[in-house]
């Protein structure tokens, strides 16, 4: 029996054509929660950027965030994996020297360094970003611990950079740039760190999601759902395919499974 659902939001809640949650899937997600099932996003994205996508407060009964570093139940941090400062500076001199756009995401507070037109356009206009309080000095952030850090680098940079980097690791939704985070933190362990804290088995948990970032909780679920808008080297890890986030994706899984 599933007891709790996770959701990755871009591209799986939130349509990459509306910028919105499908009504359907608040519909759907409302359902299952009158039914005592527990809903949870799982996102690339960061604490502070949640703000930026329409109609979520009050839907969720809370958060793996920042692709699994930075769990959060009812409001209370349940999980939490930094970044070393000397693997956060590495990466942010290597973007400086390279003139590469990079967002350095402490546990409060956002700085970037380097932007250009791609970031500029994948962040506020592909994704509508609406945070906008980057006024902290970088190394005030670094004070934080780094929950996260998103440099614009290829793939081939990425394989250059990322494993000097001996305490981190990295993964890949968007051709322009990855996510980086704790070695020891992606969505796999934030959906068991909630799942220990909830008191319930991973068999009792169902994910989904569409990115690459994604694929270790589809694996690790007890059922994982790819999106039909999902990347096929997704969609090959998952138990089942639903219709696309745009064909109410979410709400057909659900109803296949009786979940609602």
């Known amino acids: 029996m599933t007891k709790a659902l ?33 809903v949870f996003t799982s996102t690339g994205r960061p604490r502070q950027l949640l703000g930026s996508v329409p109609g979520m407060e009050g839907l969720f009964d809370g958060y793996v965030l920042a692709n699994g570093a930075h769990c959060i139940v009812d409001n209370v941090t349940v999980s939490k994996q930094l970044i070393p400062r000397n693997e956060a500076e590495r990466l942010l001199d290597y ?24 970031m500029r356009h994948v962040i506020f206009e592909l994704l509508k970003v609406t945070y ?25 940079e990425e394989r250059i950079i990322v494993p000097e980097m001996t305490h981190s690791t990295s993964t890949r939704w968007h051709p322009t740039f990855c996510d980086v985070v704790a070695a020891n ?50 969609k090959q890890h998952a138990d089942y395919v639903t219709t696309s986030v745009d064909d109410d994706g979410v709400y057909n899984a659900l109803r296949h499974f009786g979940v609602i």
């Open 185 to 234: 933190a992606d969505k796999a362990a934030g959906l068991a760190a909630v799942a220990e804290h909830l008191g319930i088995s991973m068999a009792e948990t169902m994910a989904f999601g569409d990115g690459g970032n994604d694929i270790s909780m589809l694996r690790a679920a007890g059922t994982g759902v790819a999106m039909g808008n999902a990347l096929d080297s997704v």
């Open 6 to 38: 996770f959701l990755d939001i871009d591209g799986t809640l939130v349509s990459f054509k509306t910028h919105r949650i499908p009504q359907s899937t608040v519909e759907a997600i409302r359902m299952a929660r009158s039914r005592g099932i527990k």
């Open 132 to 156: 906008n309080k980057f006024d902290l000095p970088m190394e005030e952030v670094l004070r934080q611990g780094i929950v996260q850090m998103t440099p614009f680098i290829s793939a081939d």
């Open 95 to 118: 973007c400086n020297a390279h003139k590469r756009p990079v967002f350095v995401v402490g546990m409060d507070d956002i700085q970037y360094a380097n932007p250009d037109e791609t």
